[in-house]
């Protein structure tokens, strides 16, 4: 029988409106499906070993995906193809379709875990009674990620039961993980020893600390939202030092039509609104590329480095803070007033330094700043704050009253 004669049963498939039949066939699907995901898990294994995508420039991750696998499953073939080396039981289980590709891959993750918690050679019985342990939580319906936390149990106690090292200053234990869901947001989460631990604690409270509003009431940010701007301030420091003079060190690549500016994107979270651009653009490095048709880069200007040097300097001595909220100077951007992409220019009477939520507030919202006839900057409310929009002067030379 050819496979694909089980796609065109399938295809044909009715589907019964009794619930005891419609249960059953529901059974049978997810066996089925089981049991050609462990094919499939072999089938890469027998690819990857085979070196025939290496041959090709290519991995057997891509070359799965060119034939059509999802990029989680393409990696989990792989690692399930490879991984059951040694672990008969489980082989057989998945073989029969009895557990998913899901649960199988937990307990070899599970298994391989455990072993490199070791500080000595593992034993072939070792091994046995290691499976055993993670196949009796997967037959009795464990979701694969109590699987994975009974792992992380067992490898711990055979580390102390072998010297190796506690689980806190483990560092093969050390993971990070993110996505970007279908919203555009960057989602993830991280599990690290103890040492990069105190330094993330280190590094974040400098900048997480509660700040007071303008008018001198608590911050109103919740610690979850202040610790993600820290996250922000951090990675364009570089760092996390306190240094009041050069700008942020981290490089990020935004791709800019000349022609369509509001189809501006990024390298890694992809689209962006035309607001969001300029606001990046405010304290960047502009490299202009210009690009032929099939998307060659034919002509190259030189990059261009905002606000640095004495400007900076200057700006930060005239406004002390952000001019709108008076947040630290160490959190603040320097803003062009005239935007660089409509020609204005980077000089002292252009800039004025805006925290980062005053900058994003300045580029997405109505509010505006300008430059007044004393030579420091002026903020324009929006109509639904003021509905006669009359000027504020920038917040350090702002009295309470007024700032209320």
Not at 60 to 81: D, E, H, M, S
Request: charge should be negative.
């Amino acid at each position: 029988m050819r496979l694909l004669d089980v796609v065109d049963s399938l295809v044909d498939l009715v589907i019964p409106d009794d619930p005891g039949e419609l249960l059953a066939m529901t059974k049978d699907l997810i066996t089925l499906r089981n049991a050609g995901e462990h094919q499939l898990a072999v089938c890469a294994a027998m690819i990857d070993q085979s070196g025939m995508a290496r041959k090709s420039g290519s991995t057997t991750a891509k070359l799965l995906q060119a034939n059509g696998a999802a990029p989680g499953a393409a990696y989990r073939w792989i690692r399930v193809g490879s991984g059951l080396a040694g672990l008969d039981r489980t082989a057989g289980y998945s073989r029969d379709g009895f557990l998913s590709s899901e649960h199988v891959d937990a307990v070899v993750k599970g298994v391989a875990h455990i072993v490199d918690r070791s500080d000595e050679a593992v034993t072939g019985e070792q091994w046995v009674e290691f499976e055993r342990k993670l196949l009796s939580h997967a037959i009795s319906g464990a979701p694969p990620s109590e699987i994975g936390a009974v792992a992380r149990g067992l490898g711990n106690q055979v580390a102390n039961d072998t010297g190796g090292l506690p689980p806190a200053e483990d560092r093969s234990l050390n993971s990070l993980d993110y996505v970007v869901n279908p919203e555009g947001r960057c989602v993830g989460r991280f599990d690290v020893d103890v040492v990069i631990g105190e330094k993330l604690f280190s590094a974040l409270d400098l900048w997480s600390r509660a700040r007071p509003e303008p008018d001198g009431s608590d911050d109103a940010r919740t610690p979850t939202k202040r610790r993600a701007d820290a996250l922000h301030q951090l990675l364009d420091c570089g760092g996390g030092g306190q240094d009041l003079v050069s700008a942020p060190r981290t490089e990020v690549m935004v791709t800019v039509p000349a022609d369509h500016p509001e189809a501006a994107t990024l390298r890694w979270m992809e689209p962006i609104t035309e607001a969001t651009a300029a606001g990046l653009a405010c304290d960047s490095t502009i490299t202009s590329i210009t690009l032929d048709g099939q998307e060659v880069p034919i002509d190259l200007s030189p990059p261009k480095r905002l606000f640095t040097g004495l400007v900076r300097k200057a700006i930060i001595i005239r406004d002390t803070c952000c001019v709108k909220c008076g947040g630290s100077v160490t959190w603040s951007d320097c803003h062009h007033i005239t935007h660089f992409a409509d020609g204005g220019a980077t000089t002292l009477e252009n800039g004025c330094l805006l925290c980062r939520t005053c900058h994003r507030a300045v580029h997405h919202t109505d509010w505006d700043v300008i430059m007044g006839s004393d030579g420091h900057p002026w903020l324009i409310p929006p109509a639904d704050i003021d509905p006669q929009r009359r000027p504020l002067p920038a917040y350090n030379r702002r009295t309470l009253t007024l700032a209320a």
